[in-house]
């Protein structure tokens, strides 16, 4: 029986990977082939995709871009036992792509069927929870502190405090929610190990639950990602089965349960306090901080609210130790990233790294440059809530406060790569568009703001006063960054700023031709 | 997604309604099922959903408008999602959907008026390293092109 790996992985399945199983099944019976297929996660080369494996004495061996059309031709070269097609893509292993990671939070993700117990095991799945519950509660939250984990959302605050805070809140019950919102363009590693290692995030959690003294556990999943949530239920149907989750953890008297709850297209429901307003059933209206969700968060009660990413990193801090981590990375910005590199790139796909390289390391060096073959002009990070930095800034360290340093934003780690055919005023018109159409309308600025942006990008387009209408943009941003309680208001006006700062040409030009008609 | 829906019956919306009160907050949950079983979220059922959870219609219409996913007329048999966000416009998604949509005589979120196909805007769909993305009756397609999205308007037509 020769074992063959193709994604479930929504990417691979964009482009065909259910039709390529389909097609290996059938030619495999067809042949007497003797196959297993399994269905595991992506390993982030996503350029690759479909990236189909297979199993051989020699380790496992990888074939690219694959299409149902092109089985026929793998199965007549012999690729289950390992031989060279016109597809091979070797080792993944030995891949440049792969071998400058230092894969921590996504170390499962794509090796390993996603919803069996037993591959998770194999490679160290539950050992962070042992080793968690061979400790007391708030040595937990110590070690989470120790490790120097910052929160993966956007935010950066740092893991550890937060739990501590909610521990250490009188209540009589406490929640844990990871906000699996990732409504950030760029980004899809939350999807990736929901759907490559679901059970590293159920593990997290339970992790989280015990140390903080919650039985009870959601996840906020975007309605966007419909296979996410198949993959995400089915992995908490095992792990119940199995006894991780239920009254008795693993045995012990520790009783902990996670629900899968959908969103409903709303953006600022990635907002933390929006996405708690949401859970309990009322409109996304963003929550004014104080009191933060630590102290009164779900249904009032003190709640840990962490990203995908954060959590599903919690194991692996347990098995290792905290010290492992904190190793990794530079200055305040601990451990590793995993970088989304997107939109106009050569090779994208997931990337996870320590932080400290350059950006320019990251655009040119990982991602290739841009896809079309033309010059890099702009990236912009951190979702349509970041900035677009310029070519000239890609010496610019990929670290928390070297990016706020310079008005940058890392965010959820999200890249997306423009070339030279880029509009920048067009993208500025953008960031202030999906600011009207995804305003929870809380904060008149945000509210009111973001549309009297649009028009006045519009004036300006149309070679309108052009000077005044700038002028007054710029203060409209100012208004809309101190005026706005959440980051979609507050930070809005990044994008619109940044483009305007880096790429002013885009909008003075257009007074050109308008003023000679 | 597709339109599989059936008529609305507020016996079956009850059932749905008490099937999710042991929840904590329910309402989106709720909400979802409805959808799922009558393809949107209907007028009469809002007062229902209120009764249940003891709040007002006025909050509850608040919360069903709220939301961009909840529908309140069924979408047509078929539903293409086309994301606009950033990193499928730097792969030159604005200028493809606009051509699609004039080709086909279609605009966002409204329904062909043959029933066949209902297109509308979303804002990633996290299939970012193959932009455009869309997704179509809730099958992801990355690197989308004109031809693909001119295909999907002929299945929809016929299926």
């Not at chain 1, 080369?45 to 074939?63: F, K, N, S």
């Not at chain 1, 995030?201 to 198949?230: D, F, W």
Request: net charge negative; charged share 25%.
């Amino acid at each position: 029986m020769t074992r063959v790996f193709v994604p479930l992985d929504m990417a691979a399945k964009a482009l065909g990977a259910d039709r390529v199983v389909a097609a290996i099944a059938r030619e495999a019976a067809a042949r007497g082939a003797d196959v297993e297929i399994v269905r595991n996660g992506s390993r982030g080369l996503l350029w690759l995709e479909p990236l189909v494996e297979v199993e051989t004495p020699d380790g496992r061996t990888a074939y690219g871009n694959v299409k149902a059309a092109d089985v026929a031709s793998l199965f007549d070269a012999d690729f289950l036992s390992g031989a060279k097609h016109s597809l091979s893509v070797g080792k993944v292993e030995d891949h440049p792509y792969w071998k400058r990671q230092n894969r921590i939070t996504f170390k499962r993700c794509g090796i390993i069927d996603p919803l069996s117990l037993a591959e998770y095991e194999a490679l160290g799945g539950g050992k962070g929870l042992a080793r968690a519950f061979s400790l007391s509660p708030a040595d937990c939250v110590a070690e989470v502190a120790k490790s120097g984990l910052r929160g993966r959302g956007g935010a950066g605050f740092p893991t550890g405090i937060k739990w501590k805070t909610v521990a250490d809140t009188p209540a009589d019950r406490r929640y844990v929610v990871v906000n699996a919102d990732e409504g950030d363009s760029g980004t899809f590693a939350d999807r990736m190990i929901m759907e490559g290692d679901p059970f590293a995030l159920i593990e997290g959690m339970t992790i989280c639950g015990y140390a903080v003294g919650a039985s009870k556990g959601y996840v906020y999943l975007r309605s966007e990602y419909p296979q996410t949530a198949q993959v995400f239920g089915k992995a908490i149907e095992v792990l119940r089965a199995a006894g991780w989750l239920g009254k008795n953890v693993r045995g012990s008297d520790f009783a902990f349960d996670v629900e899968l709850r959908i969103g409903a297209g709303a953006y600022v429901c990635g907002e933390e306090t929006s996405l708690l307003e949401s859970l309990e059933g009322k409109r996304g209206i963003v929550r004014a901080k104080p009191p933060f969700p630590a102290i009164a968060g779900l249904f009032d009660k003190p709640t840990v609210v962490n990203n995908v990413l954060s959590i599903a990193t919690i194991p692996m801090i347990f098995e290792y130790g905290a010290q492992h981590y904190a190793d990794c990375g530079v200055g305040r910005s601990r451990g590793t990233m995993p970088l989304q590199i997107a939109g106009n790139v050569k090779y994208g796909g997931l990337c996870e790294v320590d932080f400290g390289l350059t950006l320019g390391e990251i655009v040119n060096d990982i991602g290739g440059g841009a896809k079309t073959g033309r010059p890099v002009r702009a990236v912009q990070c951190g979702g349509p809530l970041g900035a677009y930095v310029p070519v000239k800034d890609f010496d610019m360290i990929f670290d928390y406060e070297a990016f706020t340093k310079r008005d940058a934003l890392i965010g959820h780690g999200g890249l997306v790569v423009f070339d030279d055919t880029v509009d920048m005023l067009q993208m500025a018109r953008f960031g202030m568009e999906f600011c009207a159409i995804e305003s929870c309308g809380k904060c008149t600025p945000c509210r009111i703001g973001s549309t009297r942006g649009v028009e006045t990008i519009d004036k300006i387009g149309a070679g309108q006063n052009v000077d005044a209408n700038i002028a007054l943009l710029e203060d409209l941003c100012q208004t809309m960054k101190w005026g706005s309680l959440c980051a979609l208001g507050g930070f809005a006006p990044y994008p619109v700023l940044s483009a305007l700062r880096h790429f002013p040409e885009d909008f003075r030009h257009r007074s050109l031709p308008a003023a000679a008609e | 997604m597709s339109g599989a829906a059936v008529a609305f019956d507020a016996a079956r919306a009850q059932e749905i309604i008490d099937a999710h009160l042991g929840l904590e907050g329910p309402a989106m949950p709720i909400l979802h099922a409805i959808q799922d079983e009558f393809g949107c979220v209907p007028e009469a059922v809002v007062p229902q959903i209120a009764e249940a959870l003891n709040v007002s219609r006025a909050e509850m219409h608040g919360v069903v408008t709220f939301y961009h996913d909840f529908r309140r007329e069924p979408a047509g048999r078929h539903v293409l999602k086309l994301c606009r966000a950033e990193s499928c416009q730097s792969m030159g998604s604005e200028r493809l959907h606009q051509e699609f949509l004039a080709r086909h005589k279609l605009d966002w979120h409204h329904t062909s008026p043959d029933g066949a196909l209902t297109v509308e805007a979303v804002y990633c769909l996290g299939l970012c390293a193959h932009s455009p993305s869309a997704l179509f009756d809730g099958e992801p397609i990355g690197c989308v092109d004109s031809q693909r999205l001119d295909e999907i308007v002929s299945e929809a037509q016929r299926t």
